[in-house]
């Protein structure tokens, strides 16, 4: 099994807590989450490389960086960053919500 599909379990929604503790990132993460599988989705939907090996080659490089990120949402200093992204997040479900 590759290192990107054994990390993939650590951003599962179930696990939010575990990765997310001290973190502004817990009550986000689900959604995050939730927007990056789409994200993945839709780019194997139109991957028309053999057995998917673009969308394969995306994720075994992209979850590494997430869970990096998780991680440094933690880390003193970063919080603003890390509320950024969460205020981005919350922004993205309400046009979703408001458009549907």
Do not use: N
């Not at 789409?38 to 194997?44: I, K, P, R």
């Not at 673009?54 to 603003?80: F, Y």
């Not at 992204?85 to 993205?92: E, G, N, P, Y």
């Amino acid at each position: 099994m590759r290192a990107g599909r054994l990390s993939a379990g650590r951003l599962s929604a179930g696990r939010t807590e575990e990765c997310c503790r001290g973190s502004v990132l817990r009550a986000e993460l689900p959604h995050l989450v939730w927007l990056y599988h789409m994200g993945v989705l839709m780019f194997w939907v139109h991957d028309g490389s053999p057995d998917a090996m673009r969308t394969r080659e995306l994720v075994d490089r992209t979850v590494p960086v997430i869970d990096r990120l998780i991680k440094l949402a933690r880390v003193p200093g970063l919080g603003p960053v890390a509320h950024q992204l969460v205020s981005i997040a919350r922004d993205l479900r309400q046009f979703a919500v408001r458009d549907a």
